[in-house]
């Protein structure tokens, strides 16, 4: 595979073997460069601004600054860099407040080694993967405030992207063309005045839209 097709990576985590095995799994997958790795995010700030890498796995609880604080210190020193979040945590405010920090993804550490390379992929394609448990999490927790600017057929193709289906399968769920589909979603990023599945999730949970 062409280095420009490789996605490079860099892990932010405090459990030495969990890192250890990320690490491995990453420099031993074709297509993937696992730039380096940290134990904590006073020590990886530098470097992450410095690389500028594809994508950082970051772990929420860790010594000294959070994996949240991190994210917030860093988006806009490196806003070609995605985030996903590796973690035990599920509760709802971990999960909240990662993504309104600035995170596109949210995977919980149990997931598997497989699962985590396509989440990569993924978000470095311009989605925001999560775990199954955490998207319905996400999606029960909206508790729409009315006066929505998306219409009613908007508004369940934007759930369904904050549940993390892709265009295919929100196409057959409405019984609608691939075609179809995109133009809902260029019509939602024009109307939330976005640019990606990533930040329309955002923007979908931090004003709570649907």
């Given at each position: 595979?062409?280095?420009?097709?490789?996605?490079?990576?860099?892990i932010v985590e405090d459990d030495n073997e969990i890192r250890q095995l990320m690490t491995f799994l990453i420099e031993k997958t074709n297509g993937f460069n696992c730039l380096a790795s940290f134990s904590d995010c006073e020590n990886a700030l530098q470097p992450i601004i410095d690389l500028q890498p594809d994508v950082v796995l970051m772990d929420i609880e860790l010594p000294g600054i959070s994996g949240i604080q991190g994210i917030l210190g860093l988006k806009e020193k490196v806003k070609n860099t995605d985030f996903i979040m590796l973690t035990i945590r599920d509760d709802d405010d971990s999960i909240f407040n990662s993504l309104k920090a600035g995170a596109s993804g949210y995977i919980l550490k149990d997931t598997a080694p497989a699962k985590i390379l396509e989440a990569i992929v993924e978000v470095n394609q311009g989605g925001s993967p999560m775990t199954g448990s955490?998207?319905?999490r996400i999606t029960e927790s909206f508790q729409p405030l009315g006066n929505s600017i998306l219409?009613?057929?908007?508004?369940?193709v934007l759930t369904d992207l904050c549940k993390g289906m892709n265009y295919r399968e929100i196409g057959e769920k409405h019984f609608i063309s691939g075609h179809t589909v995109r133009t809902h979603i260029k019509t939602i990023y024009s109307k939330l005045h976005v640019h990606s599945r990533a930040e329309a999730v955002r923007k979908a949970i931090d004003q709570r839209l649907i």
């Amino acid at each position: 595979m062409d280095d420009q097709n490789v996605i490079s990576v860099i892990i932010v985590e405090d459990d030495n073997e969990i890192r250890q095995l990320m690490t491995f799994l990453i420099e031993k997958t074709n297509g993937f460069n696992c730039l380096a790795s940290f134990s904590d995010c006073e020590n990886a700030l530098q470097p992450i601004i410095d690389l500028q890498p594809d994508v950082v796995l970051m772990d929420i609880e860790l010594p000294g600054i959070s994996g949240i604080q991190g994210i917030l210190g860093l988006k806009e020193k490196v806003k070609n860099t995605d985030f996903i979040m590796l973690t035990i945590r599920d509760d709802d405010d971990s999960i909240f407040n990662s993504l309104k920090a600035g995170a596109s993804g949210y995977i919980l550490k149990d997931t598997a080694p497989a699962k985590i390379l396509e989440a990569i992929v993924e978000v470095n394609q311009g989605g925001s993967p999560m775990t199954g448990s955490i998207a319905r999490r996400i999606t029960e927790s909206f508790q729409p405030l009315g006066n929505s600017i998306l219409s009613e057929r908007e508004n369940e193709v934007l759930t369904d992207l904050c549940k993390g289906m892709n265009y295919r399968e929100i196409g057959e769920k409405h019984f609608i063309s691939g075609h179809t589909v995109r133009t809902h979603i260029k019509t939602i990023y024009s109307k939330l005045h976005v640019h990606s599945r990533a930040e329309a999730v955002r923007k979908a949970i931090d004003q709570r839209l649907i």
